[in-house]
């Protein structure tokens, strides 16, 4: 019975010690077959496509004076059009499908899509369409026409951008911004929930809105030989 279990003992560590190795190999081959750069400052001009696999859109309300309630939205797509030489001249805008509302809790969801919310069947895109970029001290703000059920109003997004990777063999480049801001939801005909005994609201009329943007610039084919 040692016998047995030393020899299970050693089988385990040995398969540890391999998988170690087998992940530090992967790794360096993933560097020779990649330019693994590191993050820069500026990147180039151009169109840079959101990677819905690396981004988030999502949300908070409160909930009965208490706790803030995450979503987010699962279906979305948005482009930044990045002027490096100017970043004033840049834009942005992005869709998202309200039908992909998800806040991990299924009856709410479908509650979210009636027209006590979304009323997605009738307006199903949230939208955003940059009008200006302009920088405030060392933050940066890009304004424009947010639309929600309907209703379109002049929204600002205070923002940073996080930096860039550089083109290698996978990409024309990459960039990242954060930005955040808070709607009323009642601005845009969201009217559900009251309020408990006391006045506390049910739901917080204030949303606030959380943007985390990987964006790719598509990588540009090798120009054919004249």
Same mark, same amino acid.
Do not use: C
């Given at each position: 019975?040692?016998?047995?279990?030393?020899?299970?003992?050693?089988?385990?560590?040995?398969? $540890?010690?391999?998988?170690?190795?087998?992940?530090?190999?992967? %790794?360096?081959?993933?560097?020779?077959? @990649? /330019?693994?750069? *590191? #993050?820069?400052?500026?990147?180039?001009?151009?169109?840079?496509?959101?990677?819905?696999?690396?981004?988030?859109?999502?949300?908070?309300?409160?909930?009965?004076?208490?706790?803030?309630?995450?979503?987010?939205?699962?279906?979305?797509?948005?482009?930044?059009?990045?002027?490096?030489?100017?970043?004033?001249?840049?834009?942005?805008?992005?869709?998202?499908?309200?039908?992909?509302?998800?806040?991990?809790?299924?009856?709410?969801?479908?509650?979210?899509?009636?027209?006590?919310?979304?009323?997605?069947?009738?307006?199903?895109?949230?939208? $955003?369409?940059?009008?200006?970029?302009?920088?405030?001290?060392? %933050?940066?703000?890009?304004?424009?026409? @947010? /639309?929600?059920? *309907? #209703?379109?109003?002049?929204?600002?997004?205070?923002?940073?951008?996080?930096?860039?990777?550089?083109?290698?063999?996978?990409?024309?480049?990459?960039?990242?911004?954060?930005?955040?801001?808070?709607?009323?939801?009642?601005?845009?005909?969201?009217?559900?929930?009251?309020?408990?005994?006391?006045?506390?609201?049910?739901?917080?009329?204030?949303?606030?809105?959380?943007?985390?943007?990987?964006?790719?610039?598509?990588?540009?084919?090798?120009?054919?030989?004249?």
């Amino acid at each position: 019975m040692k016998r047995a279990s030393f020899t299970v003992i050693f089988a385990f560590f040995a398969l $540890f010690i391999f998988a170690g190795t087998g992940a530090e190999a992967v %790794n360096n081959s993933l560097a020779e077959r @990649f /330019t693994l750069a *590191g #993050v820069v400052q500026t990147g180039e001009s151009g169109t840079y496509s959101f990677d819905k696999a690396h981004s988030f859109i999502g949300f908070k309300v409160k909930h009965m004076g208490l706790i803030e309630v995450p979503g987010f939205f699962r279906d979305f797509t948005g482009t930044v059009n990045y002027d490096s030489k100017d970043t004033a001249k840049s834009t942005v805008e992005f869709t998202a499908k309200a039908t992909s509302v998800d806040t991990g809790v299924e009856g709410r969801d479908k509650h979210l899509r009636t027209v006590d919310f979304f009323e997605v069947e009738k307006y199903p895109d949230v939208t $955003f369409k940059s009008t200006k970029v302009e920088k405030k001290g060392n %933050n940066w703000i890009v304004t424009g026409d @947010f /639309t929600m059920k *309907g #209703v379109t109003k002049s929204v600002s997004f205070p923002f940073n951008i996080a930096g860039f990777l550089p083109a290698d063999q996978r990409s024309g480049g990459k960039m990242g911004i954060a930005a955040e801001t808070t709607l009323n939801r009642r601005d845009y005909g969201v009217n559900y929930g009251g309020n408990l005994p006391g006045g506390t609201a049910v739901l917080s009329d204030e949303v606030k809105i959380n943007l985390q943007i990987e964006a790719g610039k598509a990588k540009e084919k090798p120009k054919a030989a004249e």
